[in-house]
């Protein structure tokens, strides 16, 4: 402070042809001692030693610079803040000193613990880190900056296992106890907000026993202290310190002192003393002996020659500055190029006040200048404890925090870090390991949010993020992987030509359609023989031709449903099958008629001859044609995904459209076939050879059995299998049909030619 007023008393630039003055006093520390200062400082009425005899020495101060410590400052603010007497701390950095309502007159060129608290947590976050134990000092600076700390620690999702405060004035069991927690602990990381003194007795202690790793978060309060790099360890510990700086000429200054000059000040006659082992002046039971002149400070080697590293020394350097540039700027004016300063202006204290608020300037390439709390611009250096080649511990810079910068860029590192015991990884603290994708967090009952398990995804959801909160549905065409963290493409579903059930009943499809052929084929060859001609052979081609048809027709039903397949599959389906119906009633049909007519006087045949046997299977086929063409006018099959039967993939398949319409479409089916199997049940008992009643009863008993049963099962049957059960209804009937009314007929014409005869056909008797 004496440096940067004589200095400013120098300058012709700043305060031109005025001299400050100032009173320097210890408060040793003490919240009590510094009220008893601000007192003296607000009354003027302490004992001054007047060097020169230029001094205004008018009784108040009109600034202050001071105190180090924030509980100190805090007391004084009070006092002196009432009576407009503005006061710049170079240390004291309690985040409470920010409320103008409470500290109108106080300002600091330390950055406020409010940014240091940021500046702590945003660390922690960027290394990973999320559950850690946190150590305070038991005062202003500890306690506010703590609360600060844990505030900015839980937006980030940060968790804090304890925290402990430590105090110098704490008994040794209490300091013990703090020591057992860190110890104990499963966090990691350690974050102490504290000062130098506080850390001393915590860390003395934890030295006494084997400390498991622990990675140490420092404070400015006490990181840059070089006592702590005895502590083997604290190697590896990093913080946020304030900014090295380089004052120039101030190593000279220091270095300028003779014993003359420092006999004229008790303050600078004890560290002369202490220094160099010997008193200025003679005393009675001294064990040291008098200087004798040829003191050098140049030989000395401590923390009073050793400027290297000036951290708070730069903080009381610009606040020395700013109090000059306020009272610069309320006493001088520029005129002509030059600076004119009134020396007879009666300066008063709210006047330097009201001008330290807009003091804006650049000192050594430092900025100094105060927002509205009084704060400064907050940028900090990161500071890491590392181990040399040599073995001895060093305090390195990292990196820096510049709140100025925009958010998200504040935080820089720009050399490597080296971590607790000389690792180069960043060490791992966490309450749980982190939950991969594929899985949510559930918190543990009764611990905090960053102690939880991993629970894996529920069904059809996924989580592709580490750490997921929750788990959420794929879309509906999607479906999850085994890790349950994509979704893919569902696989997509329907009775293709290529699966071995599709090639199964595509096989007894072909067949069936070939057994109608080869049956037609056998017919036609033998269409002249009784066996033929007894039954209507038209009808029976037909009736081959449609059977023909339904084979094939289920071939429709195989493949990926298209917009003509689905109406095709259900309309063919349905107007084939009634053309079969409809040729089975005509030939029952003929059967009853043909018994009708033999009896005595009955024309019946004529009635119902080839023309109208054919006008028969043409109208209920036409009916049929009606209800289909309605049905695709109105609401036709169309193809659909069908995203419900399975969550797990999609099934092609045609929508019915009009469930009305396919219903009437089977129904009319039916209606026929129960129409034809009464017929058919009512001419069984006729007597003769080749009478098709028997086996068209059994063709229509099997033909109602598989439709009756189609019901339920179609159903009830999931996706393709859906699609299977009605070709199969489809065959099982066809079949059913062809080898009841066809096959027994084929067999006498093959293989037992003697019963398709004429007689034999005549013979009621014989069978």
């Known amino acids: 402070m004496i440096f940067a007023i004589e200095e400013i008393n120098n300058s012709t630039e700043l305060l031109p042809g005025i001299k400050l003055g100032y009173q320097i006093y210890d408060s040793c520390a003490s919240v009590l001692v510094a009220l008893h200062v601000a007192f003296q400082l607000s009354n003027g009425q302490d004992p001054v030693f007047y060097r020169g005899s230029n001094c205004s020495q008018s009784g108040m101060v009109r600034a202050v610079v001071g105190e180090s410590g924030s509980s100190p400052s805090i007391s004084m603010a009070r006092i002196i803040g009432s009576l407009q007497i503005p006061q710049v701390s170079h240390s004291a950095s309690c985040a409470c000193l920010s409320d103008k309502q409470q500290f109108p007159s106080f300002f600091r060129t330390i950055p406020s613990d409010q940014f240091q608290a940021d500046a702590l947590a945003k660390m922690v976050k960027h290394f990973g880190w999320t559950w850690i134990g946190a150590i305070r000092s038991d005062s202003d600076y500890g306690n506010y900056g703590m609360a600060s700390f844990l505030a900015a620690a839980k937006r980030e999702g940060i968790c804090v296992e304890y925290s402990e405060s430590v105090s110098q004035a704490d008994p040794q069991r209490k300091i013990q106890r703090v020591a057992d927690v860190i110890r104990r602990s499963t966090a990691i990381v350690v974050v102490a907000f504290a000062d130098t003194s506080d850390m001393r007795i915590l860390l003395k202690e934890l030295a006494r026993e084997p400390l498991p790793p622990r990675q140490w978060i420092g404070s400015e309060g006490w990181i840059t202290d070089s006592y702590f790099t005895s502590f083997s360890f604290c190697a590896g510990a990093i913080g946020v310190a304030i900014q090295q700086s380089d004052i120039p000429g101030l190593r000279d200054f220091l270095l300028d002192l003779s014993p003359s000059k420092v006999a004229d000040s008790s303050i600078l006659t004890e560290f002369w003393e202490d220094a160099f082992n010997c008193t200025l002046t003679e005393r009675v039971n001294s064990n040291r002996g008098v200087c004798d002149g040829t003191e050098d400070l140049k030989t000395l080697k401590n923390s009073y020659t050793k400027i290297s590293q000036l951290r708070m020394t730069n903080m009381v350097y610009k606040a020395v500055y700013a109090i000059a540039h306020a009272i610069h700027n309320a006493v001088c004016h520029e005129t002509n190029l030059t600076t004119q300063c009134d020396k007879h202006f009666r300066l008063e204290s709210k006047k330097v006040l009201s001008e330290l608020k807009k003091v804006n300037f650049s000192q050594n390439g430092y900025p100094v200048s105060f927002d509205a709390n009084g704060d400064p611009v907050a940028f900090y250096e990161l500071a890491n404890y590392q181990k040399s080649e040599s073995g001895v511990i060093e305090l390195v810079t990292v990196g820096y925090y510049d709140a100025s910068l925009p958010k998200g860029q504040e935080f ?46 529920p069904e059809g959801e996924i989580s592709n993020t580490t750490d997921s909160p929750g788990c959420f549905q794929c879309p509906s065409e999607l479906w999850p992987n085994a890790e349950r963290n994509a979704c893919f493409p569902k696989p997509v579903e329907f009775l293709s030509f290529d699966e071995v059930l599709a090639i199964i009943l ?17 017919f036609f060859h033998h269409r002249t023989t009784p066996i033929v001609r007894a039954n209507n052979s038209e009808l029976s081609f037909l009736l081959l031709f449609s059977l023909t048809l339904c084979f094939l027709c289920s071939l429709t039903f195989i493949g990926a449903p298209s917009e003509w397949s689905c109406m095709l599959r259900h309309t063919a389906f349905g107007i084939i099958f009634v053309l079969c119906i409809s040729c089975v009633l005509g030939k029952t049909v003929v059967v009853l008629m043909a018994f009708k007519a033999t009896l005595p006087g009955s024309n019946v045949m004529k009635w119902f001859g080839p023309p109208q046997q054919r006008m028969t299977v043409v109208f209920f086929t036409f009916i049929q044609v009606l209800i289909c063409t309605v049905w695709l006018v109105l609401s036709p099959p169309f193809p659909m995904k069908n995203l419900t039967t399975y969550k797990e993939k999609i099934i092609l398949e045609c929508a019915l459209g009009s469930a009305v319409g396919f219903w009437a479409v089977l129904g009319y089916i039916g209606l026929l076939a129960v129409f034809c199997f009464v017929l058919a049940v009512l001419a069984r008992k006729l007597p003769d050879n080749f009478n098709e009643a028997k086996m068209i009863t059994f063709s229509m008993l099997i033909f109602c059995a598989v439709w009756i049963t189609f019901i339920p099962a179609y159903v009830s049957s999931p996706g393709k299998f859906t699609v299977a059960v009605e070709i199969f209804a489809i065959l099982a009937s066809s079949f059913g049909l062809i080898l009841c009314i066809f096959a027994p007929k084929c067999f006498i014409i093959l293989f037992n030619p003697e019963k398709n005869s004429k007689k034999y056909l005549m013979n009621k008797n014989s069978l």
């Open 506 to 522: 595509a096989t007894f499809s072909v067949i069936g359609a070939c057994l109608a052929i080869i049956t037609a084929v056998i």
């Open 412 to 457: 820089r590192i720009n050399k490597n870090i080296t971590w607790v015991e000389g690792r180069t990884q960043v060490p791992v603290s966490l309450c749980s390991e982190s939950c991969p994708p594929g899985t949510r967090k559930v918190l543990q009952k009764g611990k905090p949010i960053c102690c939880y398990d991993c629970i894996p995804c």
